[in-house]
């Protein structure tokens, strides 16, 4: 079943600029990622975060993780323009199939 | 270099001509996947598979088969296709479940 939900749906900004959007959940996770589409490609992943993380980084990417709101935001910093894309979190249940759950997704639009 | 493959890219077909969307990966990963991805409504798991000979439903299994004879290729198979399951689908790997997927590059399919 559908179990993350990102918010925004839809997220427009400037080149430059920080990009947040959020994820929530609904039943405990073993971990979460989060994936970038580029329009009607597949998803490439880039982060994961474990259920006992708080908070992880990769290059302009920040990705924290709260176990007790069952959420987690995606932080990209000094946004470009190649960053518009949509961006899904996935969750893997605790007790849950084998296959992580993926939700409908944050469009970004970064404007050069 | 490891990928995922998927063909054919872009299928039209009328309804009921059966067809096989055929997914292939060679990173000897032992899940595979495939989802479905229309708008507003995300990517929704139709199958997977944890092994060689064994398969298990997802979200919106009806309508579809797979099977899965080797480790590398896990087929998609509709046997009477049908309108509703005009939509974008992804294949994804990963070596354990829970952990990073790597996606096809989907195939863009239209049942008339």
């Known amino acids: 079943s559908q179990q993350g939900e990102e918010d925004p749906q839809a997220l427009s900004i400037q080149e430059g600029e920080n990009a947040t959007m959020n994820c929530s959940y609904k039943t405990s996770i073993n971990n979460l990622q989060w994936y970038r589409q580029n329009s009607g490609r597949g998803l490439v992943h880039l982060i994961l975060i474990r259920s006992n993380e708080r908070e992880k980084h990769s290059g302009r990417l920040r990705v924290t993780l709260d176990t007790s709101k069952k959420s987690s935001s995606l932080l990209i910093t000094a946004s470009r323009a190649a960053d518009t894309a949509s961006y899904f979190c996935?969750?893997?249940?605790?007790?849950?199939?084998?296959?992580?759950?993926f939700g409908r997704g944050t469009s970004l639009i970064v404007h050069p | 270099e490891a990928q995922v493959t998927q063909n054919p890219r872009y299928l039209i077909t009328v309804t009921g001509k059966k067809l096989t969307v055929t997914c292939s990966q060679n990173?000897?990963?032992?899940?595979m996947s495939w989802y479905r991805q229309d708008p507003g409504l995300g990517l929704r798991q139709i199958y997977y598979s944890m092994n060689v000979e064994v398969t298990d439903k997802g979200d919106v299994p009806e309508g579809y088969k797979v099977s899965r004879k080797e480790k590398r290729n896990f087929p998609l198979i509709l046997e009477s296709p049908s309108p509703n399951q005009t939509s974008l689908y992804f294949c994804?790997?990963?070596?354990?479940?829970?952990?990073?997927?790597?996606f096809g590059p989907g195939t863009r399919l239209t049942v008339l």
């Open positions: 994804a790997s990963s070596f354990q479940g829970r952990d990073t997927q790597y």
């Open positions: 996935a969750t893997d249940e605790s007790g849950g199939s084998y296959i992580p759950t």
């Open positions: 990173m000897n990963h032992e899940y």
